[in-house]
């Protein structure tokens, strides 16, 4: 009985098995290298663009006054502002206690 469980028994790593030195590393599957591939594929396209941008420096320069973007921002933070509550005082806040009191 001692000795079956004893060669049943499967190696486990000493503390996390997720984390360390000693952890279980899950086995590689098709599946995962094909993602594996597309990723890099995604990856070198995205370079690719960045190496070789769609406008240069000269003709980038100054898109964004031609598409009004500045008024565009100035215009959303305006309307940001308006949705915030106003600022109030302190005395504002305790100016409702002020009522009950009486002086004679």
Not at 1 to 29: E, Q, S, V, W, Y
Not at 71 to 94: A, D, H, M, S
Request: with cysteine; net charge positive; aromatic share 8%.
């Amino acid at each position: 009985m001692r000795l079956a469980l004893t060669l049943l028994r499967r190696k486990m790593p000493h503390g996390n098995i997720f984390i360390g030195k000693d952890r279980i590393m899950p086995k590689i599957k098709e599946g995962h290298m094909k993602n594996v591939k597309n990723r890099l594929q995604q990856e070198e396209e995205n370079m690719f663009y960045l190496r070789n941008p769609y406008l240069t420096l000269d003709q980038s320069w100054g898109h964004a006054k031609e598409l009004g973007k500045h008024e565009k921002w100035l215009r959303n933070k305006y309307l940001e502002g308006q949705k915030c509550k106003p600022n109030v005082t302190i005395e504002e806040r305790y100016k409702t206690l002020r009522t009950t009191d009486v002086w004679d």
